[in-house]
């Protein structure tokens, strides 16, 4: 099992920044891809970006990149979504999720962290 517990979402002005935090705990997850996925209020929930573990090797949906910056801190097990340039369509509850390597799913899941951007 692994647990993972998002920080650092709230209300910012379009323009601002934020960084979401995702704390990983119970099993070991250098065999995972952790991953931000998004969910907007009556709308399907979305992927933002992903990181291996591992490797560090990054992606990003097409709609944040160049403004969003994923990482991961070896140390302190837990994953970070830097996010700039923020505009009020990036207002969702954003969810941390690990997928292990040779699946196809995203069996782990965090409890959400909402980010509001004011126009």
């Known amino acids: 099992q692994v647990q993972l517990v998002e920080s650092g979402g709230g209300l910012v002005q379009a323009g601002g920044s934020l960084r979401l935090s995702c704390a990983a705990s119970g099993r070991s997850v250098s065999n995972y891809v952790l991953g931000w996925f998004r969910q907007a209020p009556g709308k399907e929930r979305e992927y933002v970006a992903a990181?291996?573990?591992?490797?560090?090797?990054?992606y990003y949906a097409d709609s944040v990149k160049g403004r969003f910056t994923i990482s991961r801190d070896n140390a302190k097990n837990t994953v970070y979504l830097q996010m700039n340039s923020l505009h009020p369509e990036d207002t969702a509850v954003y969810y941390c999720a690990a997928l292990q390597k040779g699946t196809l799913r995203y069996d782990y899941w965090g409890q959400g962290t909402q980010v509001t951007v004011s126009s």
């Open positions: 990181i291996t573990w591992s490797y560090g090797s990054t």
